[in-house]
Every structure is written in C-alpha cells, then in structure tokens.
C-alpha cells in the first residue's frame, strides 16, 4: 500500500509538479473547456429544440460520440496542430459539446406543449417564451449534459496527458514511464475523487438552480429519470 | 493508406484482441445485471444501493478504473484482466440498472396473468417478464456494446487497447494513416455490432414484430 505514502509525502503537496497544481491544471482545463462547449452547444440546442429542425443531427451526434474513441481523436488533433495545448483542448470541447447540445435540445423539445401554449396565451412572443419558459423548464436536461460532459472532459484530460497535457493525468502517464506505480496509483486515485466530487457538486448546483416547481415528487422524478439516463450513457465515451 | 495494406496482418490481430476485450466484458455483465436487477427491482432498499453504487462505478474515468484495479484485485499493474474487469464493471453498472427498470415497466396485468395460469415465481420470471423486457435490456446492450468497445482504446495507453494500439503506435512513429484507419476501425466494428444488435432483437422478440405488422395494416 505504498501508494498512501506517497499521496500523503509532504514533497508531493508543494511545488512544481505538486498535487494542488496539478488539481488546478485540471479544473482549469475541464472550466475553459466546459465555457466554450456551453457557449456553443445551448444556444445551437435551444435554437434546434425551438424551431425543431435538424433534431437528428442532435440525436446522432450524442449517439455518434459513444462510437467515437477518445485517444484516436486526441492523437488525430495532436498530430494536425502540433504539440502544445491547442490540440488536446479542441479534443475535449468537440467531445464536450454532443451532451449538451442533445440535453438543451430534448429539455426544450420536451417542454410541456401546453405550457408554451399559455405563455403564447398570456401574450409572451418568441423570444419570451424561449427565455421565460421554454430554458427554465429545460433546466434539468440541460444541466443533465453538462454533467455528463464535465465527466466527459475530466476522463478524457486525464487520457489527454498521453500526448502531453498536464493536470492529474501526468501522474499516471509519468508513473508509466518510469515505472512507479505508486504515482500511478496515486494519480488514479485523485482522478477518480476529482470525478465523483464534480459530480455531486453539480448535482447539487442542479437542486439549487432548477425551479422548485419542477421538482416536486411525481414530475421530479420523472423529470430526473430523463436527466440521468441517456446523458449517463454518453458520459461513458472516455 | 498504402500504411493499411502494408498491415494487414497486424490489423487484424488487434481487431480479434478488441473483439474479445470488448464484448466479453459485456456478456459477463449481462449475465451479472440478470438477477441483480431482479434482485433490485423486488427489494425497495436494495434498489437505492445498486442504483446508486451502479452511478458512482460510472463516474470513476477508464484510465483512472484501469490503473487503480490491481489495488483491489492483486493483479499486476499491466495484467490486461485489469481492462476486462473494468469494461466488465461498466457493463455491469449500465446494465443492471436498465434491467431493474425494464423489469419495472412489465405490465402487472401481465404478471398477474401469468400468476393465475399456475406460472411459479421462477418460471415466471422466465418465460413472461424477462422476454417481455428484451426490448428495453437489449437498448441497454446496445448501449453498453458501443462504450465498450470505444473504451478498449484507452487500454492502449498501458499496453492492452486492441485497435487502440493503432493510436499509440501511430503517435510514437508520426503516422496520421494508422490513426485515421484506426479511429474508422473502431467507429466501423461498433457500427455492425450495434447492427447485428438490432437483429438479435428482432429475432427475439417475434410478437413484437407481429404486433408493428398489425399496426401497419391497420393504418394502411
């Protein structure tokens, strides 16, 4: 169990190399990643949802996603920009947006019709309807995907230090390299509890955005159920 | 891609290592999720425990899962068992809650039906609810199938990936044929799987097919 020892050494929680900077490259990538996948992904998933053309696209490219192996299309990128941090980044906001984009598309597709036909009927237009009814409502699928999609990143940063970006992936690459396992294991270790916390913090983030109307025992539920199901299953791409 | 006809050989020795490091995996879990699902289903308690681990087992990411196994199993850290475990672990975890649900969605009439013919619980479960949840289990399947066989690459990274090794080898020697052959690959074999999915499907479930050919007369 020399992995322990390492994660508690004193040497590894100072400097350069140290698990907080290493913690912060992560977070830092999976946020600027994450900022640019959701300025993309909900206005293109809002739009799509209200007008409801190209909906398959959506449909298809959350399902395409799940097909698509992450280390080939980081490779594919790293090798066309060169080595640097551009590549791996357009790496994870491609493989960020699919979730997003098909939450925010199903969560406004999916807003009761006759909601939307009593906002008309109070005398709401386009635009009011879209940001006073149909987003708020959608909440819940939309912040479905981006749990996935943060789960998504954070996977795919730590494969991401393979062609060289840094953050807690390095200590399982770097551990590889020269045969320390405890790094390794060390590294897996942070990975896995970086995930599981991002997670619960969203959850929670999720309970405390979405409107307590929504949330209520019968229409929770099911209202949840949808959030976690098909979302779940795209965040298992990486 | 005078790179892949040069290859062939070796292509096809990682396309037969990722068939079976991918689909055995799933079909373990199948056969897992089968009576934990059930066993989810009946007991209220034990229905929030499963869901709950099953949605944590999904949040741990590959590489982590791959690296950190051998801690708990005590097998070497590039045993490639690590990655059937792993993959094992998510099928599992997928699975077994698209089971309990599927389970769930039976319709009670037809559970009662069933009870009043003289079907004993086990036979029951047998031969009226399970084959009347193929449809939503094999989604799972299919589901499950797919990301299995895009996570095998992952392995690449510690020595075990299948068609993943195609991107690592493809890195180290700079050459873009073999990734782009590779990615196509791996899109390509998850395609037919979830295809030859689709159809093991229908073959099982004949009423269903009964039932949509009915519907399209009627509408005809």
């Known amino acids: 169990m020399n992995f322990l020892g390492w994660l508690v050494d004193p040497a590894h929680w100072s400097g350069p190399g140290s698990i907080p900077q290493r913690l912060v490259e992560h977070l830092g990538y999976t946020a600027l990643v994450m900022i640019i996948a959701i300025a993309i992904a909900v206005p293109l998933g809002a739009w799509i949802g209200h007008t409801g053309k190209g909906g398959f696209l959506v449909v298809g490219s959350a399902n395409g996603l799940r097909a698509l192996p992450t280390l080939g299309v980081l490779v594919l990128l790293v090798q066309w920009t060169g080595l640097g941090i551009i590549g791996p980044l357009v790496a994870l906001v491609l493989l960020a947006i699919p979730p ?84 390794m294991i060390a590294g ?45 299953n795209a965040a298992r791409a990486a | ?85 792993a993959l094992t672990v998510y099928s599992l975890a997928l699975l077994v809650r698209t089971v309990a649900d599927a389970l769930e969605a039976v319709p009670p009439v037809l559970v009662d039906a069933a009870t009043a013919m003289g079907y004993a619980p086990v036979r029951r479960f047998l031969a009226v609810e399970l084959p009347v949840s193929v449809p939503v289990i094999l989604a799972g399947v299919r589901v499950a199938a797919v990301s299995s066989i895009s996570l095998v690459t992952v392995g690449s990274v510690i020595g075990f990936g299948g068609l993943g090794q195609m991107f690592t080898d493809g890195f180290q020697r700079d050459i873009t044929a073999e990734v782009v052959a590779g990615i196509v690959l791996v899109v390509a074999l998850a395609l037919v799987v979830d295809g030859l999915l689709l159809l093991v499907g229908r073959l099982l479930t004949p009423w269903d097919r009964a039932a949509r050919a009915t519907r399209q007369g009627a509408t005809a």
């Open chain 2, 1 to 85: 891609m005078n790179w892949v006809s040069q290859n062939l050989g070796f292509i096809a020795g990682l396309l037969s290592d990722h068939i079976v490091f991918s689909l055995v995996p799933v079909v373990i879990g199948l056969v897992l999720a089968i009576p934990l699902g059930w066993l989810a289903n009946r007991a209220g308690v034990g229905r929030t425990v499963v869901v709950n681990l099953a949605g944590l087992l999904y949040t741990i990411p590959s590489l982590a899962l791959f690296v950190f196994l051998p801690v708990v199993l005590g097998t070497g850290i590039l045993d490639p068992v690590n990655v059937i475990v």
């Open chain 1, 100 to 183: 997003v984009l098909a939450g925010t598309y199903a969560g406004v597709r999916n807003v009761d019709a006759a909601v939307v036909d009593a906002a008309r009927g109070m005398g709401m237009r386009g635009r009011g309807v879209l940001f006073g009814v149909e987003l708020p409502n959608a909440l819940p699928l939309i912040i479905g995907g981006v749990r996935s999609s943060v789960l998504q990143v954070i996977s795919t940063a730590t494969i991401a230090a393979y062609v060289g970006l840094d953050g807690l992936g390095r200590y399982i690459i770097d551990g590889l390299s020269t045969r320390d396992f405890p790094q």
């Open chain 1, 188 to 232: 897996s270790i942070l990975v896995a509890l970086l995930a599981v916390v991002a997670d619960l913090a969203l959850a929670g983030l999720q309970k405390l955005l979405v409107s307590p109307g929504l949330q209520t025992a019968g229409t929770g539920r099911r209202v949840r159920a949808l959030a976690t199901r098909p979302t779940d």
